[in-house]
């Protein structure tokens, strides 16, 4: 299958500063990059979808101003978490589709946040 | 919205049995996708379903696309003890739409 990567894997970072997660699809154009948020023993939850050259798609109760997304190539998706709190903790999951037609998604490994 | 129902929850079983899970939905979905979640890992997709009816093997893993398109099933057989995890199924119901996420089934295999 398709192999989609994630940088860091993990991250601890004091309250009060903004984290970087990178995420690449790595044999395939994703023309379509998802970010998911995963709590201890839940199913996925979406946070915002995005695609590549414009401005993501975000769900409700998600904060648009506190996760950066920038999906500027056919390859790369960044999420910023901005100005972390203890309560951002968690573990962040990207995924990415292919072009029209594709509907597979691969998931990345995943990133596990840690403020503290 | 739109809700996919995953059976069961959670499954205690011997290795060497086989394993049935299912998920239906309230609506017609026209993909099936199924995934395993390792702790501390995201999901790998283990087995993709495009047409109603459909019926995939990967391995020991068979699943199969229900013939409503509103259900489909993943079976396990000859369990090992790395098949531990998390199975999520997940689906569209329209091209291009949000991937939608069952519930999840815990898998615990006794040696």
């Known amino acids: 299958g398709a192999v989609v990567s994630q940088h860091p894997s993990w991250v601890i970072c004091k309250s009060g500063t903004s984290v970087k997660i990178e995420c690449r699809s790595l044999?395939?154009?994703?023309?379509?990059m998802f970010w998911y948020r995963q709590f201890p023993k839940q199913s996925l939850m979406l946070m915002a979808t995005?695609?590549?050259?414009?401005?993501?798609?975000?769900e409700q109760g998600v904060e648009k101003d506190k996760f950066l997304i920038n999906h500027a190539s056919l390859t790369l998706s960044t999420l910023t978490v901005t100005s972390a709190h203890p309560e951002d903790s968690s573990f962040y999951i990207c995924?990415?589709?292919?072009?029209?037609?594709?509907?597979?998604?691969?998931f990345g490994p995943g990133t596990r946040l840690t403020v503290l | 919205g739109q809700q996919l129902n995953q059976s069961p929850q959670s499954m205690f079983i011997q290795e060497g049995e086989d394993v049935s899970m299912n998920c239906t939905s309230s609506?017609?979905?026209?993909?099936w996708l199924w995934y395993k979640q390792d702790p501390g890992e995201g999901p790998v997709l283990l087995i993709a379903?495009?047409?109603?009816?459909e019926l995939t093997s990967n391995g020991r893993l068979t699943a199969q696309f229900g013939i409503t398109r509103k259900d489909s099933f993943l079976n396990i057989s000859a369990s090992i003890p790395s098949d531990v995890g998390i199975y999520f199924c997940?689906?569209?119901?329209?091209?291009?739409?949000?991937?939608?996420f069952g519930q999840g089934t815990e898998l615990s295999v006794k040696p």
């Open positions: 995924s990415a589709r292919g072009g029209v037609g594709t509907d597979t998604q691969y």
């Open positions: 044999d395939f154009q994703a023309t379509t």
């Open positions: 995005s695609n590549e050259g414009s401005k993501a798609t975000y």
């Open positions: 609506s017609i979905f026209n993909t």
């Open positions: 379903l495009y047409k109603a009816g």
């Open positions: 997940a689906g569209y119901y329209n091209q291009g739409g949000k991937l939608i």
